[in-house]
Structures are given as C-alpha cells and as structure tokens.
C-alpha cells in the first residue's frame, strides 16, 4: 500500500505560482511511477505530469509544459508540482497517484494507477 497526501492547493491570481507538494508513505516508490492528474467540475481527469521515482524521467502535457515543471525529493518522499503563470483553465482539482512502473501501460491514463490522494483544489482567478 501507498498512501499519499497533497497539499498546497489555494485561490490564486492569473500569473500567479503555486506549489503542489505530495507526500507519500508506505511501501519503497522505487519501481513507482508518480502522476499529477487534474479534474475540473464536470470533466474527465487528465494528465499533468508524471516523474519515475528511479530515475526520475519526466513528462509534462502539452496544456503545461514551459509553465509547471514536476520533481521529487526523495529523502523527503514528496513529489512537488511547481505551477508558473497560472491560467484560470488550470483550475481544478489536483491528485497525484502512483502506479507500478513496469510493462508498456499508458502512463497518461489514470486507469494505469493504483494509488491516489484525496485531492487538493486549485483556483485561479481572472
């Protein structure tokens, strides 16, 4: 088992930074991948960004790349989301999850993670 909590979720403005942190606990991440998933009111969940917590090989979605940018701290077990220009579509609510990084699983797609925070909601204000 994995359990993960998010935290830094709050009102911003447009332009604005914020900082997503996710800690996690329970079995070693070692052979995890970690994704940063977003869901707004009404809408599917969608990919972020992920980050393998081995050797930490990034992807980032087109709608953010050049703005946010993942990573993880592995002493302190947390994976971070650093949020740059913020855009009032970036609001939503934000998961991260971990998956078992093995086989040829689509890594955008939430249904190949096994684990999930509850979520920590971001808005952005025009």
């Known amino acids: 088992q994995v359990q993960l909590a998010e935290s830094g979720g709050r009102l911003v403005q447009a332009g604005g930074s914020l900082r997503l942190s996710c800690a996690a606990s329970?079995?070693?991440?070692?052979?995890?991948?970690l994704g940063w998933f977003r869901q707004a009111p009404g809408k599917e969940r969608n990919v972020v960004a992920t980050?393998?917590?081995?050797?930490?090989?990034?992807y980032h979605a087109d709608s953010v790349r050049g703005r946010f940018t993942v990573s993880r701290d592995i002493a302190k077990n947390t994976v971070y989301l650093q949020m740059n220009s913020l855009k009032p579509e970036d609001s939503a609510d934000y998961y991260c999850s971990a998956g078992d990084f093995a086989g040829s699983r689509d890594y955008t797609d939430p249904a190949s993670y096994d684990y999930w925070g509850q979520g920590t909601q971001v808005t952005v204000s025009s």
């Open positions: 980050i393998t917590w081995h050797g930490g090989n990034t």
């Open positions: 329970g079995r070693t991440l070692n052979n995890y991948i």
